[in-house]
């Protein structure tokens, strides 16, 4: 269906596209960015230009980890985020990809390498490099099991686009105070898709408690480990998103930032410099938090929830 709509210079994009999604080896960037001088976390001697960017760079990441084989389910996916943004930038990265970016990117950042290179567990890389490639990039970042249901450049205003850095979706609100058991919080933000410019002290701030964390855990000899997906929630996924935010959105505004100023979002809510999406635009069609069917007026993408049924599974057994 989509083919006939498209343009034969939009389909020669497109082949491109796919033709880059299967060699699973290189950084292919359709139309890359001009990359910025952004790349300075944790380092203050550096300019910066935060702040200063009034649009989100028109670009799609996506990340395939592992180097395995990628699957016709996900092709057929990724193939709508470039579909439905001509214009926009697309790369995917691989396990090998995601490495030589990290040393492009932040040269005089040898403890990310390093940690990167201790890193046993994908699913903890995979984390990681979106938080890396929001920070020194920008654009959006969406998982393999994403697909895009209404083009970027709608998804929000100009004036809205200007006053922010940073778009994130609400994955679930309990709507009270209730904990829920297996996520250990009332209400938590998707790290499935995550909006930024480049530099965002958001995205700063995520990526920095993120390091610290993976710091933290990598207590084996052979490296960095996650034992439990408990674990993999609270160092890198988005338990710890949800509350790196909070804080630093905490501490933008100077007022305290808790779950509960994520609950009962009806319309796109903005927080410091944060617009926080209600539910049903990044994670419509569950059956709890008020999340809308799929389908529904608002939804901007549709999340498949692939990962609960492979990686989540391989820590069950
Ligand atoms: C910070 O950036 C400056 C300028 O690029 C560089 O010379 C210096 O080595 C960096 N410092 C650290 C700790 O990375
Ligand atoms: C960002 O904007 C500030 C104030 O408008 C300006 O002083 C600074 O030079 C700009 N930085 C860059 C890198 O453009
Ligand atoms: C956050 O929530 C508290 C109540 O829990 C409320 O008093 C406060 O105004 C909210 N702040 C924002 C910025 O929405």
């Not at 990724?78 to 930038?89: I, L």
């Not at 995917?92 to 040898?110: G, Q, V």
Request: charged letters at 20%; proline letters at 5%; hydrophobic letters at 40%.
């Amino acid at each position: 269906m989509w083919m006939n709509r498209t343009s034969r210079s939009r389909r020669s994009i497109l082949l491109l596209a796919l033709a880059s999604l299967l060699s699973l080896t290189l950084i292919v960037g359709l139309h890359p960015c001009q990359r910025k001088d952004v790349y300075y976390i944790a380092n203050e001697s550096r300019p910066s230009s935060i702040g200063n960017d009034t649009v989100f760079p028109h670009k799609v990441w996506q990340t395939w980890q592992g180097n395995k084989q990628l699957e016709d389910e996900p092709l057929r996916l990724a193939r709508t985020w470039v579909e439905m943004n001509p214009g926009y930038g697309y790369e995917l990265l691989t396990d090998d990809s995601a490495r030589s970016y990290i040393t492009k990117t932040f040269p005089y950042r040898a403890d990310i390498l390093q940690i990167w290179d201790r890193t046993l567990d994908y699913i903890l890389r995979a984390d990681l490099i979106r938080y890396l490639v929001l920070l020194g990039d920008g654009g959006l970042y969406t998982d393999m099991d994403t697909d895009c249901t209404r083009p970027i450049s709608e998804w929000l205003s100009d004036e809205k686009a200007k006053a922010v850095d940073l778009v994130v979706g609400i994955e679930f609100d309990t709507r009270s105070d209730d904990v829920r058991a297996d996520m250990d919080a009332a209400a938590q933000l998707c790290s499935w898709s995550i909006m930024a410019k480049p530099g965002s002290r958001h995205i700063q701030h995520v990526t920095d408690t993120v390091l610290a964390r993976l710091q933290e855990l990598g207590n084996t000899p052979a490296g960095i480990h996650a034992p439990s997906i408990d674990d993999v929630l609270r160092t890198t996924g988005p338990r710890v998103f949800t509350n790196a935010l909070l804080s630093s959105m905490s501490k933008q505004i100077v007022v305290p930032i808790t779950t509960r100023n994520l609950s009962y979002i009806e319309e796109p809510k903005v927080i410091g410099s944060v617009s926080i999406l209600p539910i049903s635009l990044f994670a419509s069609g569950q059956e709890h938090s008020a999340s809308k069917p799929w389908g529904n007026e608002q939804q901007l993408l549709s999340h498949h929830w692939s990962g609960f049924h492979t990686w989540k599974v391989d820590y069950d057994h």
